[in-house]
């Protein structure tokens, strides 16, 4: 079964939405762990962290290998990508939406400007 771009985005969300699942993440970014290396810095047993090791494997950011009995553990950091697209289309959104709000805000300021600028004229008269 091929996945959808959107259950793929939904894996990615979801796994990261775990602050857990975002530390071992981090943990595999100097390098391959082991389960039990993962589960290390958390209160958690190792069926624990496996559980967690599983979410983000189905959202493909980690993948596993079996040595002998014991389960190593490797960051692919490609799935983030369909993430970080997402959410720069949310970006450019916000970005002309800041760019107008700005270009409103600088015109009051002109005419604010202009109007206190022609009060003092007039009382000067």
Known sequence: MVESDSERLNAVFHALADPTRRAMLQSLTTGDRNISELAAPFDMSLEAASKHVKV????????????????VCRLD???????LEWIRHYERFWSRRLDKLEELLETED?????????KKARRKR
Not at 56 to 71: D, F, Q, V
Request: glycine content about 12%; overall charge positive.
């Open 56 to 71: 983000l494997e189905r959202a493909g950011m980690i993948r596993r290998s079996i040595k002998g009995r014991t389960h």
């Open 110 to 118: 002109r005419i604010a400007r202009k109007s206190r600028t022609s």
């Open 77 to 83: 950091a490609q799935p983030m990508h369909g993430g």
